[in-house]
């Protein structure tokens, strides 16, 4: 919701200053400028990205529209669905969640966390590991390697998504330069045809280094950096997973190792002991 509040901000600042100062906004209008600086800006990023990225890329735009998925409400749930995992197979053993973590979408215990079951990436990881600790025979250290192995490799990922945007930002400046020269020859092709015809041309040039610049750091920037911090939050997601099967892998009671995975939770999003409590009694 912010994005699109911030967005209609830098636009509504910009053209309301441009027209206060007798700026007509039909001389913005260059489809000719938009087509060389967009596409030039996609064709970059497909010649340094493989497909997955740039589709991340495009997602992650969308992401940030939408809001993030991990919010307070939603590592309550985390917490309630770990400790409802860690009581049952302290009461029924490990090997009955066998079928719980293999088919998570119908399961008992799963299927009532749907903001859970709606991240891929901690579905997959929380699976993967309680199947790991089925198998039995190994140990905590081992196990916590495992899971940083694992951890690193979606971080990293999630991180060159943030990254080829912001490659593409500060590519904009330069882009919109391209396109200004490129309107410069077509001027300078069009001096014989007078004074008016020659400003036209000039001031179509000149929207391309305004529109990069623009897309650069008004647009394209922000939006790499809120791409970032949203991957810091989902991070934490998995982290507080990650922390809370360590406890339990240890022996610990499933409230302590609830509380392990509560405190590496952002200040921010963090649940207070109070609400935890009061979500694992429900």
């Known amino acids: 919701m912010f994005v699109?509040?911030?967005?209609?901000?830098?636009?509504?600042?910009?053209?309301?200053?441009?027209?206060?100062?007798?700026?007509?906004?039909?001389?913005l209008v260059q489809p000719s400028e938009f087509i060389i600086i967009g596409g030039v800006a996609l064709g970059s990023m497909l010649i340094a990205n493989p497909m997955h990225i740039v589709k991340g890329v495009f997602a992650g735009v969308l992401k940030t529209l939408k809001g993030p998925d991990v919010n307070k409400e939603a590592f309550l749930d985390l917490l309630q669905l770990l400790y409802e995992t860690f009581q049952f197979a302290k009461k029924e053993g490990l090997i009955a969640l066998e079928k719980h973590v293999e088919e998570p979408k119908s399961s008992s215990i799963f299927s009532k966390y749907h903001s859970f079951l709606a991240n891929h990436h901690a579905e997959v990881f929380l699976c993967d590991t309680l199947?790991?600790?089925?198998?039995?025979?190994?140990?905590?250290?081992?196990?916590?390697?495992?899971?940083?192995?694992?951890?690193?490799?979606?971080?990293?990922?999630?991180?060159?998504?943030?990254?080829?945007?912001?490659?593409?930002?500060?590519?904009?400046?330069?882009?919109?330069?391209?396109?200004?020269?490129?309107?410069?020859?077509?001027?300078?092709?069009?001096?014989?045809?007078?004074?008016?015809?020659?400003?036209?041309?000039?001031?179509?040039?000149?929207?391309?280094?305004?529109?990069?610049?623009?897309?650069?750091?008004?647009?394209?920037?922000?939006?790499?950096?809120?791409?970032?911090?949203?991957?810091?939050?989902?991070?934490?997601?998995?982290?507080?997973?990650?922390?809370?099967l360590l406890a339990f892998s240890k022996g610990l009671p499933?409230?302590?190792?609830?509380?392990?995975?509560?405190?590496?939770?952002?200040?921010?999003l963090r649940p207070t002991f109070e609400e935890a409590e009061g979500a694992l009694k429900r």
């Open 4 to 27: 699109i509040i911030g967005f209609v901000l830098v636009m509504v600042a910009m053209l309301g200053g441009y027209m206060m100062h007798g700026g007509n906004l039909l001389v």
């Open 254 to 268: 499933a409230t302590v190792a609830i509380e392990y995975g509560r405190r590496v939770i952002e200040p921010e």
């Open 131 to 244: 199947k790991v600790l089925l198998s039995g025979g190994i140990p905590p250290h081992d196990l916590e390697e495992l899971m940083d192995i694992d951890l690193e490799s979606l971080h990293k990922e999630e991180h060159e998504v943030a990254h080829a945007l912001n490659t593409v930002s500060d590519a904009f400046p330069a882009i919109g330069i391209v396109a200004a020269v490129l309107g410069v020859i077509i001027t300078m092709g069009s001096v014989s045809e007078g004074a008016e015809t020659v400003g036209a041309h000039v001031a179509a040039a000149l929207v391309g280094t305004f529109l990069g610049v623009l897309l650069s750091y008004g647009i394209a920037g922000p939006l790499a950096r809120n791409i970032g911090l949203m991957s810091e939050s989902e991070a934490s997601y998995l982290t507080c997973i990650k922390v809370s």
